[in-house]
């Protein structure tokens, strides 16, 4: 949070797609950050500098009227690149207040929350479990409730063009149509309670509401919690590396039926198994693309190490973080250094796309976005993983040439996406027969229905429509 913070001062860069907002964007920062030095404790050089250069940026506004796009972001990077460092030295103290303020308010609000499901789940008291359960392998199978779902109130539904609108009690939470046909497809493969779909329209509108309330009120707020590799990234790792299992996605981002959510109560309904850092996988491959949260990437790593450390079946975690290097995150540093490690790329900065986090509901011109910062691919594997889904240079040309923003979409928008990828031959694609089924350390007894989606195989079951 504190970076995500000093990364909006003087003020925050939104996403620009024409010339005005790029001139106004420059000319708002220019504004801001002279403000600020002045209103802050700053040093005379600190001041004089940030004076001289956001004068100098407005002067140049003023008289050059037939400038690019690329030229007004072209100042704004020179401008951030030699004020950004004065106004952030002045702003770190404040900043790093509101985040101790933030963090303990969050525990504050968690702690009163946890004690409220608590006693909801002692009233009445539930049955004790008459015997310890026991940690033993099972098929990996949708998180699904100890207890039976109560009967839910009535959601209304109906559609405006290609929007479904979903209503209760006065709210309304609105999903395109595209995503809401997904969402019934990941129910009907995931969901085992529910056959007539009685409660279904009542389960998407609390999983919708959940990640409405998770991602803010604000546009584009918390979208970036749930950006996602292109598709045709997702493509070229299930062809070539055998990948059908997402680490960090959610019912309304996955491109896989099979992928790990944070919200394993309003999810598993639509296929989660629930946090990653609770998953314990025996094999398969996994792609992983966390949030961009520095102890969240960090915890992720060190599960990584100790599931590849644990097993002898074939494992292999495909990993996407920024390669943020100003300073270099512990995760970077962790995973550079892992004996499991057995590749690195690097992908540059505005070469390379993701999709909206808020691709359930954004337009269909605003669904991907060029990253700003450099994107760092490492493949951490165990040595039947490496033998198994090894990165030799085919496979890894075929994962860059599907990186490469497609020239068939609309233009992206210029901030933090797939591209058509190359045909693969047919020799070197890696067979459904040889890829291994996911299994995972979980305690308890689980339910017999060995469907499909236990396997990590690319069978085309394993994929959800394309939206």
Not at 9 to 34: G, N, T
Not at 160 to 186: I, P, T, Y
Not at 402 to 429: E, F, I, K, N, W
Request: net charge neutral; aromatic share 10%.
């Amino acid at each position: 949070m504190f970076r995500e913070v000093m990364n909006d001062i003087p003020i925050r860069l939104s996403r620009i797609k024409y010339k005005e907002e790029a001139r106004k964007l420059l000319f708002k920062y220019a504004e801001a950050a002279k403000k600020m030095i002045d209103s802050r404790n700053a040093s005379p050089e600190s001041r004089k500098v940030v004076k001289w250069n956001s004068e100098d940026t407005m002067n140049w506004l003023r008289r050059d009227h037939s400038a690019s796009k690329e030229d007004y972001m072209d100042r704004l990077e020179h401008l951030r690149q030699q004020c950004g460092p004065h106004v952030t030295a002045v702003a770190k103290d404040s900043v790093e207040g509101i985040c101790s303020k933030i963090y303990q308010l969050s525990a504050e609000y968690s702690r009163r929350l946890r004690q409220t499901h608590l006693s909801l789940l002692q009233d009445p008291p539930t049955e004790a479990c008459a015997s310890p359960q026991q940690s033993r392998l099972v098929y990996c199978y949708p998180v699904r409730l100890a207890l039976p779902s109560p009967p839910l109130p009535r959601v209304e539904l109906h559609f405006e063009n290609d929007v479904a609108c979903l209503r209760f009690r006065g709210e309304m939470v609105k999903v395109n149509r595209g995503h809401f046909s997904k969402l019934e497809l990941l129910y009907r493969y995931s969901c085992i309670d529910d056959p007539r779909f009685e409660k279904f329209l009542s389960r998407v509108w609390c999983l919708l509401k959940r990640y409405q309330v998770m991602f803010g009120s604000g546009a584009n707020e918390g979208t970036g919690l749930q950006g996602a590799l292109p598709m045709s990234v997702f493509e070229a790792l299930n062809r070539q590396f055998g990948v059908s299992f997402e680490c960090f996605a959610s019912p309304l981002n996955c491109y896989f039926k099979q992928f790990c959510s944070a919200f394993p109560d309003t999810d598993g309904f639509f296929g989660s198994r629930g946090p990653f850092l609770s998953f314990c996988p025996a094999s398969g491959s996994f792609e992983a693309n966390p949030p961009f949260c520095e102890e969240l990437m960090d915890a992720m790593v060190m599960h990584f190490e100790d599931l590849l450390g644990r097993s002898s079946e074939p494992l292999s975690f495909i990993v996407f973080v920024p390669e943020w290097r100003d300073p270099v995150t512990p995760a970077l540093t962790r995973m550079e250094g892992s004996r499991f490690l057995r590749h690195q790329l690097s992908v540059t900065a505005y070469e390379h796309e993701y999709r909206s986090g808020s691709q359930h509901i954004c337009k269909r011109d605003e669904m991907y976005y060029r990253a700003v910062h450099g994107t760092a691919v490492l493949f951490l594997q165990n040595d039947a993983g490496f033998a198994k889904w090894a990165p030799t240079p085919e496979r890894l040309a075929e994962l860059m040439a599907a990186y490469r923003p497609s020239t068939s979409r609309p233009a992206s928008l210029s901030s933090p996406g797939p591209a058509h990828s190359t045909p693969v031959d047919r020799d070197s694609a890696p067979r459904s027969a040889d890829r291994t089924q996911s299994s995972v350390m979980s305690p308890g007894s689980h339910d017999s229905n060995n469907n499909s989606s236990s396997s990590s195989g690319s069978s085309p079951q394993d994929k959800v429509a394309a939206v």
